[in-house]
């Protein structure tokens, strides 16, 4: 192979074409032939015993030459960056391909290229780190929740009242007709929860076993169309009424929900448990805000074909975590009233942010002249593989080594990069809905397979306010 018309251009993107001669490009049309020969049907012989020149004369001589570029693409794509040491990133385009008269095959190829990257500053960045003390009060709150966890529901003979559990039947009617979706039957339904339509829940306290109510609701104006803004009436009865009852935070407490004998051992245990869960947060956040300082003061031109790449694993992995959950994402876009390009734009940000972590992470690790013993990676290895539970061989041809060097070197790039980082007082806390705002804006952090951030929140399907039905 020959490579030819090397040309690099604006944007990060570089065209070649790459000349096959006549005998590798005849033995990659031979190989086409004998691949499809089986599916060909030629009048006068068995299937699959035609010989190629009848073949192409019944449909052209060029008959074969689609599978044979396909065969060849890859091979001459390869060569040649590695022949002209072309670093691309993405998906290359074959833009042509051209058979002269002697049979020597040219392929065109265009590609982005991974761009160059000027590091600012990475050493002694700083960014403020929030405090992650942890009260008396927080041990509290979780034995308080620990508590409604082992919590048990008992039947009382009075009105129901806000925080009860009530088991109702329901019916509703919209302009004296039942809607679909507005009835049940012995549904349970603690008061307070706010998981009917506002204002049915209300209407319940005071009701006792054996009362029957007409309630009249109307849908909030952001409902399902066809109740938005709509005046109803449930009919309603309740069959029980019941008391959550709370067990007493003692020694038989903490015995019942831990492997502790006392309440004292128990607190010491939660304290330490969220003293670790503060701390590895405070430090996953302020890891975030070191490496996005790092990478904001970095100078790279990032070509588009990285950004899709990335989206496209940002999008993979949401389907499997809605899988997960008995969802597709076409689903999810469904409900979310997206299209494939709406839900693009959305993770667009966090593909980007994510793409300017791993250049600026593999720069350090360029500038630092970080080595990875082969030792560690055979060990990184041999790990993968115990968890997992395979051998080490099938571990081996399932992860390119190359590809867990690249990623121990940036693992120890952010090291580096978090211990030389300067701590600075916490932040004011902002008014919650300016707040609320920035979290928002947020792009989803990146994965910590490559820093210390905790992983991107997954898809969480919008819930949606429904009418009282049966679940």
């Known amino acids: 192979m020959i490579v030819k018309n090397v040309e690099k251009k604006e944007n990060n993107e570089v065209t ?116 992650d003390t942890v009260t ?71 009701m006792k076993a054996g009362d029957e109510k007409e309630l009249d609701i109307t849908f909030p104006e952001d409902y399902h169309e066809s109740l938005a803004g709509k005046a109803v009436v449930f009919k309603v009865k309740v069959h029980e009424v019941q008391e959550t009852e709370l067990p007493a935070v003692d020694d038989e407490f903490a015995k019942d929900v831990s492997e502790f004998d006392t309440l004292s051992e128990y607190k010491v ?55 997960a959950r008995g969802m597709r994402l076409e689903e999810y876009m469904r409900m979310a009233g997206m299209d494939p390009k709406s839900f693009q734009d959305m993770i667009r940000p966090q593909a980007v942010e994510q793409v300017r972590t791993d250049l600026l992470l593999a720069a350090v690790a360029d500038a630092e002249k970080i080595e990875i013993a082969d030792e560690d990676v055979d060990k990184t290895l041999q790990d993968l593989a115990d968890a997992y539970r395979i051998t080490l061989d099938q571990i081996k041809e399932a992860v390119p080594r190359e590809s867990i060097v690249n990623d121990m070197r940036m693992r120890k790039a952010n090291d580096l990069l978090m211990e030389n980082a300067v701590a600075l007082p916490p932040e004011e806390k902002e008014d919650e809905e300016a707040t609320e705002e920035k979290a928002e804006e947020k792009p989803a952090k990146k994965p910590a397979k490559r820093t210390k951030k905790a992983a991107a929140d997954k898809a969480e399907p919008a819930a949606e306010e429904e009418a009282p039905k049966a679940e």
Do not use: C, H, W
Not at 139 to 147: A, G, L, N, P, W
């Open 269 to 323: 245990a939660i304290m330490d448990q969220l003293v670790s869960a503060r701390k590895e947060a405070v430090d996953n956040d302020f890891g975030y805000k070191v490496i996005k300082a790092a990478a904001d003061d970095m100078e790279a031109d990032i070509p588009e074909a990285m950004i899709e790449e990335r989206m496209g694993q940002i999008m993979q992995e949401y389907d499997q975590n809605l899988m």
């Open 136 to 206: 008396d009060e927080k041990v509290d709150e979780y034995i308080e929740e620990m508590r409604k966890r082992n919590a048990r529901q008992i039947t009382v003979e009075r009105a129901a009242k806000m925080g009860d559990t009530v088991v109702i039947d329901y019916d509703g009617y919209l302009d004296g007709e039942r809607f679909e979706g507005g009835k049940a039957e012995e549904q349970t339904l603690e008061l307070g929860s706010n998981r009917f339509v506002p204002g049915f829940e209300e209407q319940i306290v005071g």
């Open 16 to 131: 070649f074409q790459v000349e096959v001669d006549k005998d590798a490009f005849e033995e990659a049309v031979n190989g086409a032939y004998l691949k499809n020969k089986k599916t060909i049907t030629v009048p006068g012989f068995r299937k699959g015993k035609a010989p190629r020149m009848v073949i192409e004369g019944m449909y052209g001589t060029e008959v074969f030459y689609e599978d044979a570029f396909e065969d060849l693409a890859p091979k001459a794509f390869a060569f040649a960056t590695e022949q002209e040491k072309l670093k691309t990133v993405g998906r290359p385009n074959l833009t042509d391909t051209d058979v002269s008269d002697d049979k020597t095959l040219t392929l065109s190829f265009e590609a982005a290229l991974y761009p160059e990257v000027k590091l600012g500053k990475y050493k002694g960045v700083e960014a403020p780190r929030d405090d």
